[in-house]
């Protein structure tokens, strides 16, 4: 407190600035999180392993309404699921309000021995291990529910702990999985601090749920807008571009969803998917080049598409080329150009794409985008 709001402010910014000097100092050379048991992943290989999981996680949580997910693999994220106390820590739930009403009172940890395990084994365990902190979250709830305390919300997790992978988050869009992510984070820094100068605690559990349930947090939740119609849906673009392409994802995004637009034509890539950020955010769009023609190069846009948002839920085949010649003088590179962008293309996309609509097991949409010259050539168009 001081005499002018100034004032006040600089007191906050000075005890906050003593304080991180002083848990500094104490926490030289101490290993808060304990020994690293799991070392991470390279690079790579944690995003090999995020677009394996993501939609695995997706397809459980999404059943009432769809998630869209966030992957965070900061050094924070990895100190943290890396170390020994890994399990008893994120046990003890995050100590902030503010943490767990973004982040429940808890994350569910995965475990994941990269040394020893395939990603098989650590994709079976995703459906037993949700259902496991559904019934946890459950009586939690019916432990520490007041009379006319609100109904139970949504009671799967929203953050993801893999040892040498990282963190995953979801929630009904990309915005607040991220959020979720970096409060997340923010308890990490918590218990960095608190555990390497005493014993790290999280609030008890009942005025964790007093805060969690609060009538005027229910309040606030019920004011929210009505979602779009494809909130949480996530889209998939070739040719995205291009005229159609771009108008597809402008029309996608007005009504909620998430799009990872798709080109061969790096420059047109960039000034779209610029154009679509400065109009929608940046949480909602990304890129990928992809030549439709190469099976690597499509399977890397589906890959990429679901460690940046956990799957796919709208696939829109649209690269495609005009060419003009009679037939009698169309030369065979020109007819194998229109085959393997036209026929070749499609098929490794939607491929690709059943798939991995296929590991989620949530269902999906494929659609062709295709000129009347398919059906009714008009002159010069035989190919």
Not at 2 to 28: G, K, M, P, V
Not at 361 to 371: A, K
């Amino acid at each position: 407190w001081a005499e002018s709001s100034q004032a006040c402010y600089e007191n906050t910014l000075d005890i906050i600035n003593r304080a991180t000097s002083w848990l500094a100092e104490r926490s030289r050379g101490q290993k808060p999180f304990g020994n690293i048991t799991t070392t991470a992943l390279s690079p790579e290989r944690r995003k090999e392993v995020a677009a394996a999981l993501m939609p695995q996680i997706r397809g459980v949580i999404s059943s009432t309404s769809r998630k869209v997910g966030h992957f965070d693999d900061s050094e924070a994220v990895l100190e943290f699921v890396g170390g020994e106390k890994l399990q008893p820590l994120a046990a003890l739930g995050t100590s902030c309000p503010d943490h767990f009403l973004r982040t429940k009172i808890w994350p569910l940890v995965l475990p994941f021995d990269a040394a020893r395990e395939s990603l098989e084994q650590l994709a079976a365990r995703v459906r037993p291990a949700i259902e496991e902190y559904r019934g946890r979250y459950a009586r939690y709830y019916e432990r520490c529910k007041r009379e006319g305390s609100p109904k139970m919300r949504d009671p799967n997790p929203v953050v993801y702990l893999v040892p040498g992978v990282g963190m995953f988050t979801f929630a009904a869009d990309k915005a607040t999985a991220r959020i979720a992510g970096e409060f997340y984070i923010n308890a990490i820094n918590v218990m960095r601090g608190a555990a390497a100068v005493s014993t790290y605690r999280g609030l008890p559990e009942q005025e964790a749920f007093d805060i969690e349930y609060w009538d005027l947090e229910e309040a606030k939740l019920q004011r929210m807008p009505k979602p779009k119609p494809l909130a949480g849906r996530i889209a998939l673009i070739t040719g995205g571009a291009g005229g159609i392409g771009l108008a597809t994802a402008r029309r996608l995004m007005e009504e909620g969803s998430c799009v990872v637009l798709c080109d061969i034509d790096r420059e047109a890539l960039a000034a779209a998917e610029g154009s679509l950020k400065k109009q929608y955010g940046a949480d909602v769009i990304a890129s990928c080049w992809i030549d439709v023609t190469r099976e690597d190069a499509v399977s890397n846009g589906f890959h990429e598409t679901a460690w940046r948002f956990g799957g796919v839920d709208i696939c829109i085949s649209n690269a495609g080329i005009a060419s003009a010649s009679p037939i009698d003088e169309t030369s065979l590179a020109t007819w194998q150009k229109n085959m393997d962008i036209l026929s070749t293309g499609y098929f490794l996309i939607s491929r690709q794409a059943f798939q991995l609509m296929k590991a989620q097991g949530i269902g999906g949409s494929i659609v062709f985008i295709g000129s009347k010259n398919a059906l009714a050539a008009s002159p010069g168009a035989a190919a």
